[in-house]
Nanobody, 121 residues
Framework: QLQASGGGLVQAGGSLRLSCQSSGRTVSRTIMAWFRQAPGKEREFVGCVSWSGYRTYLDPVKGRFTISRDNARNTVYLQMNSLKPEDTAVYYC?????????????????WGQGTQVTVSS
């Protein structure tokens, strides 16, 4: 089970840090990812991190967002800086036990409940 938290309302240019804690057994090869879904749009991949710390990101967030994970705490984080109104969405964490870096929603096995991020202009 994944539990996401940390969303909120922030002005453009501000920062937020999202957290996602897993309450289940952590599989060593698990890829942890963040997705987001804006109103009227499909859920999109934001970025992910492997067990060893390899990261990949959606192009529009590169240089602004950073994913990290604390394997001992079964927690993954999404640090979001220089936020823009177009970052407004519900953010979801997800886990893929395959160990392969993948970006489709259908590739992920477990999902958190989502946390709202709203960026005002």
């Amino acid at each position: 089970q994944l539990q996401a938290s940390g969303g909120g309302l922030v002005q453009a240019g501000g920062s937020l840090r999202l957290s996602c804690q897993s309450s289940g057994r952590t599989v060593s090869r698990t890829i942890m990812a963040w997705f987001r879904q804006a109103p009227g749009k499909e859920r999109e991949f934001v970025g992910c991190v492997s067990w060893s710390g390899y990261r990949t990101y959606l192009d529009p967030v590169k240089g602004r967002f950073t994913i990290s994970r604390d394997n001992a705490r079964n927690t993954v984080y999404l640090q979001m800086n220089s936020l823009k109104p177009e970052d407004t969405a519900v953010y979801y964490c997800a886990a893929d036990v395959s160990g392969t870096i993948r970006t489709k929603t259908s590739d992920y096995d477990y999902w958190g409940q989502g946390t709202q991020v709203t960026v005002s202009s």
